[in-house]
């Protein structure tokens, strides 16, 4: 191996391996990657398009991915599979500790500074996401049909993707559920002082289904040591 393409090879990130991971399936053209991130990878591991063209230029250098070209009749593609060096390294991969779990969701965020804001733009952003979630809902149980009738471009793992497919379902109805309760919650914002708004959040604090510690601690919690893993 050239110094150059060991140089590549170390500047690894999380969305080279999802991309060797998308390989070590079959063979794809940049443009079937980027189709299958929008299908499956984008729900976990959100990345633009460009950087899965930039990622692929990048592990073809590294000699972890190699191309062939192939003509659809007058057009000209090429198709990328992985290499045993590129096998290698996704297997050690897998040997790593994990990332911790994180999630990205801007509505969140708007959640958190609510009062800033109206009631009307805080409802019509979980609205929004409301609409997102039972749309998304609706694209799982076209996947879900899909296996079923024997369609999946991936059939032959389907053992896998049925666990995948299991994770995004529940999480979509979480996500619908709590903002059906939100929303309930906050149309009553208007009728309450903020010392009753208060009392009702510690309402909410009390019925959540969580554990509380056994001893009551004085100070501030702290997150647990494992968020802070580099990825």
Do not use: H, N, Y
């Given at each position: 191996m050239s110094r150059d393409t060991e140089n590549a090879a170390r500047r690894l990130t999380t969305t080279s391996y999802v991309l060797l991971a998308q390989l070590s399936l079959r063979p794809w053209s940049t443009y079937e990657l980027a189709r299958q991130r929008v299908r499956y990878f984008r729900y976990v591991w959100p990345r633009a398009e460009s950087a899965i063209y930039r990622e692929v230029k990048h592990l073809a250098a590294a000699g972890l991915i190699e191309g062939?070209?192939?003509h659809t009749g007058k057009r000209q593609r090429t198709v990328y599979s992985i290499t045993e060096q590129g096998l290698d390294t996704l297997r050690e991969?897998?040997?790593?500790?994990?990332?911790?779990?994180?999630?990205?969701?801007?509505?969140?965020?708007?959640?958190?500074?609510?009062?800033?804001?109206?009631?009307?733009?805080?409802?019509?952003?979980?609205?929004?996401?409301?609409?997102?979630?039972?749309?998304?809902?609706?694209?799982?149980?076209?996947?879900?049909?899909?296996?079923?009738?024997?369609?999946?471009?991936?059939q032959d793992q389907a053992y896998i993707r049925a666990l995948a497919v299991d994770f995004f379902i529940s999480l979509l109805n979480t996500v619908d559920s709590w903002v059906d309760r939100t929303l309930a919650e906050i149309h009553l914002w208007e009728s309450l002082s903020i010392d009753e708004r208060n009392e009702r959040g510690l309402e909410i604090f009390a019925g959540l289904p969580v554990a509380t510690p056994d001893e009551p601690a004085d100070g501030t919690p702290v997150a647990p040591v494992t968020q802070h893993r580099t990825r």
């Open positions: 062939r070209q192939e991969w897998l040997g790593t500790p994990v990332s911790p779990f994180t999630m990205d969701f801007e509505a969140m965020i708007r959640l958190f500074i609510a009062p800033l804001g109206t009631t009307d733009q805080i409802v019509a952003t979980l609205e929004q996401v409301r609409t997102d979630a039972q749309e998304m809902l609706g694209f799982g149980g076209e996947v879900k049909q899909e296996f079923l009738d024997g369609r999946g471009a991936l």
